[in-house]
C-alpha cells in the first residue's frame, strides 16, 4: 500500500485524516485492510489483549514515532472495530493517553457516540470512534454500496456487515444515516430498548433506553426463529413516536431481526411525506390555527 504518514501532514480530525488516507489509497477495496493500514502508518505490531476490563489498547510515545495496539481477542469483527479505534487515537497527536504512554479503552469507549459537554476524554473516545466507522466505511463506497438497496429492510443491514466486515450495530448506524428515508433502528437487549439509531428525518423515539419494548410491537407479537429477517409489518406509530393528536398519525412498519444472544434489532420506517402541495398545507395550517385560537 502506498499510504504512509507524511500524506497525513497536518491533518487533525477523524475527517482530515480519513480524506487523506482515501486520496492516497484510490483504490481501496471492502473489506477494508486495517491491519495492512496499520503496518504503513507506523504501527509495529498487533498483540492480543488478556483482560477483561479493556477492549483495546495502544502503547505509543509522546512524539507518536511509533506503536503497538492491543486488541482484546474474540469477534474478528470487534477486533477490527478496537483496531481501527485505537489507530485513530495513534494518528490524532493531541489525544493524550490514560497512562503515560499508553491508551487503555473499555467496551463502553468503542460504543461512545456523544461526549458529555467538558469531558474531554469522552470527546477523545469519541473521535477514535468516528475515525474508526469513517475508515472501515468509507463514505464513497458506502455510497456506492447504498444504490443497490431501494426500500429499507435489515437484509441491508446484514449485506453491509457482512462486506465491509463490520459488526451489525455499525453497519445499522451507517445505514440509518444514508437511507434517504424516514427510518429508525432500535438495538433490543433481553426486551429492552439499548440503544436507537434514526435517519435525521426520523423523529425521536418515545421509549427510553433501557424501557421495555412496547407491548404491541410487532417484537413482542409473534415469534421469530433467530437470524431470520422478520416481513415488514404495518404497526402503529405511536408505540414509537409522539403523534400529536390533532395530525394524521403517519403509517409506520416494523421489521424485526433477532439474534441468538437475546440481542434484537427491530427496523421502523414512516411512509414517506406525502407530496402535498404547499398550497394544501397552507390551508390546514390555517384551519387548524383557527380551530386552536377559536377564531373563525
Ligand atoms: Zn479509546
Redesign the pocket.
Known sequence: MPVSRKDLADARSPEALVKRILQAEPNLQVPVPILDLCACLGILRIEDFDTDEFE?S?VTDATRSEGIILAKRGGELRRRFTIA??L??FLMAH?IPDQAGR????KS??MRVTAEEGDQRQR??VE??RFANLVLMPPHLLRAAMTAFREPHLQHVLALSGDFAVGKETAARAYVQYHPERIAIVVVGNGRVQRCYRSLSFPPVICAVGSPVPAHSLYRSSSYRPNIVSDITASSSDLWIDVKRDLRAPALFEQVYLQQNGFAMILLRLEPVPEESAEERKQEEGWRYRFHSGRR
Not at 103 to 106: V, Y
Open positions: 483495546g495502544l479505534h485505537e485513530g487515537h489525544h491508551f487503555l479503552c473499555k469507549d468503542l477523545r473516545e477514535a470512534n
